[in-house]
């Protein structure tokens, strides 16, 4: 039986999402095995898990939207931006109302600059910043790109709040938090964390690791595993011909109608197997075979 596909798995908080893969690794034997979009360990939540063929798809998961759900807490800063660092500054957050916080919240919407944290896997002259931050080392970060489509207060209990995120790849909530405390003047770190949504990976139908490792006793781990293909559902799909699969599998560019520079296909066999991403090359008129799956 096959193992190329994808687990959708509940990450508890404290431990990190490489421990997750490991888990996975032991548990199936299978040595093709990464998770598609780090969760700090305190956080817990959606982490799709790819095993076999489907780490090939790993970049188009890591481009879709999440949700998250995170409980901050004012008055407290810590220099890892959650509450699992030491604690930097405490000020008394009592004048805080919802109201301020509500006003703030949509300067933190929209397509915005955010610099990462200093305890985060970005690289600084090829070193990651969590090892620098580690060593008592701080150096200047350049602010990110990232989008949030949707932030939204949802429960206001003082000192806490709790935000509802929906965001693109690399939008770090931590800094989201951090930066709310800094514009109300009294410091922020977030509490609690959880992905609700990855993709089309919801939190309702995850499995805890207790779930995933019954189900590998059992023997029907299989069940839970979403094919590959699934999350490119989106995207237009071809079914090709005896001649035109060779040609794929060799690498070569078909045409196979119009597209643009953003388009991606999905290649199937006439009988149905998944063969390919194919991307639109406009200047050539032709679709390009960028992933090829072999035959399982």
């Not at 063929?53 to 807490?73: G, S």
């Not at 931590?174 to 992905?195: N, T």
């Not at 595993?225 to 794929?248: C, F, N, Q, R």
Request: proline content about 5%; hydrophobic content about 40%.
């Amino acid at each position: 039986m096959s193992s190329d596909g994808i687990l959708n798995i509940n990450k508890p908080a404290g431990i990190t999402s490489l421990e997750v893969v490991k888990i996975v690794k032991r548990l199936s034997g299978e040595r093709r095995v990464g998770h598609a979009g780090t969760l700090d360990p305190g956080a817990t939540g959606v982490l799709p898990v790819c095993l076999g063929q489907a780490t090939r798809v790993i970049p188009f998961i890591v481009e879709a939207h999440k949700i998250y759900l995170a409980e901050i807490e004012l008055g407290v800063s810590t220099d890892t931006y959650d509450a699992d660092g030491n604690v930097t500054q405490k000020v008394d957050p009592s004048n805080i109302t919802r109201e301020q916080v509500e006003g703030v919240l949509p300067s933190f919407s929209g397509s915005i600059l955010q610099k990462p944290p200093m305890y985060s896997a970005v690289k600084h002259q090829g070193k990651r910043l969590y090892d620098l931050a580690r060593s008592g080392i701080e150096v200047e970060r350049e602010p990110r790109r990232a989008d949030v489509f949707r932030l939204k207060l949802m429960d206001w209990r003082p000192p806490h709040c709790t935000i509802a995120v929906e965001c693109g790849k690399g939008t770090y909530i931590r800094s989201i938090a951090h930066d709310l405390g800094q514009s109300l003047g009294c410091g922020a770190h977030v509490r609690e964390l959880a992905r609700l949504r990855s993709g089309i990976f919801d939190i309702d139908d995850s499995v805890t690791i207790p779930q995933l490792e019954a189900s590998f006793e059992h023997n029907y781990w299989q069940d839970i595993l979403y094919p590959l293909d699934i999350v490119l559902e989106d995207w237009m799909a071809v079914i090709v011909s005896g001649e035109k699969e060779h040609a794929i599998k060799n690498g070569c560019q078909l045409a196979l109608g119009e597209g643009d520079d953003k388009d991606y296909c999905r290649a199937y066999s006439i009988d149905g197997r998944f063969l390919a991403v194919l991307h639109f090359l406009p200047e050539k008129n032709l679709w390009h075979p960028v992933k090829v799956f072999a035959r399982t």
